[in-house]
């Protein structure tokens, strides 16, 4: 199974920028749809983005409206969330998800079956 270890959280003021990253290790990152998700206190976990095993295909939560971008660097095991023009309300715990790759991209956390730790992101209006 796939280890997950998300880094590059903290405190930023609105309109500030953030990039996030998750390093996987223990098999074959290829193998792997990657999302992102995050959880504010007191709500549910909600999807953020996703991205297909080759990096080709990318999806993204409607309420991102662009400020997000999803990449992966296959040579060094690592996903990433480039965070950007954040709002207090993006303050959360940002989690990396793995699953199985198959032909189409998933929004669900249920779908997803490795997880990192989190890391927390915190924005200061």
């Known amino acids: 199974q796939v280890q997950l270890v998300e880094s590059g959280g903290g405190l930023v003021q609105a309109g500030g920028s953030v990039r996030l990253s998750c390093a996987a290790s223990?098999?074959?990152?290829?193998?792997?749809?990657m999302g992102w998700f995050r959880q504010a206190p007191g709500k549910e976990r909600e999807f953020v983005a996703a991205i297909s095993w080759g990096g080709s295909a990318t999806k993204y939560a409607d309420s991102m409206n662009g400020r997000f971008t999803i990449s992966r660097d296959n040579a060094k095991n690592t996903l990433y969330l480039q965070m950007n023009s954040l709002k207090p309300e993006d303050t959360a715990v940002y989690y990396c998800a793995a699953r199985s790759r198959t032909y189409q991209l998933h929004e669900k956390a249920i779908e997803y079956n490795y997880w990192g730790q989190g890391t927390q992101v915190t924005v200061s209006s």
């Open positions: 223990g098999h074959t990152f290829t193998n792997y749809e």
